[in-house]
């Protein structure tokens, strides 16, 4: 059974830093496009960043442009998101999700075209 899971959420200050990692089991991440997706109380779930399987083309929201990094370590079949310089408007649950046939492009990443997804983690930006 293919399966993600999301880990290294929790309470960071303003300003701070925080990575997040996602783990797969049951399928290879480097022949999936990975995305990073965020959805706080009462709102819509965000695309925050996509990382491509083939030429590693990476994407990000306006929003966290210039804060996050995404990367993935297609040996420890692992993808990551650098949180730096957090805000309190960056606090939300942190989801993973992979699809073998997506094509991360920058006109923004639509949660409907992403078939595995993991439970999700905290990240709680607050002073």
């Known amino acids: 059974q293919s399966q993600l899971a999301e880990s290294g959420g929790g309470l960071v200050q303003p300003g701070g830093s925080l990575r997040l990692s996602c783990a797969a089991s049951g399928f290879d991440l480097d022949y999936h496009a990975i995305a990073w997706f965020r959805q706080a109380p009462g709102k819509e779930r965000e695309g925050v960043s996509c990382?491509?399987?083939?030429?590693?083309?990476?994407t990000y929201a306006d929003s966290v442009k210039d804060r996050f990094t995404i990367s993935r370590d297609n040996a420890k079949n692992m993808v990551y998101l650098q949180m730096n310089r957090l805000k309190p408007e960056d606090t939300a649950v942190y989801f993973c999700?992979?699809?073998?046939?997506?094509?991360?492009?920058?006109?923004?990443?639509?949660?409907?075209?992403?078939?595995?997804w993991g439970q999700g983690t905290q990240v709680t930006v607050s002073s």
């Open positions: 999700a992979g699809d073998p046939d997506y094509y991360c492009s920058d006109f923004g990443i639509d949660p409907a075209d992403f078939t595995s």
């Open positions: 990382i491509n399987r083939s030429d590693g083309y990476t």
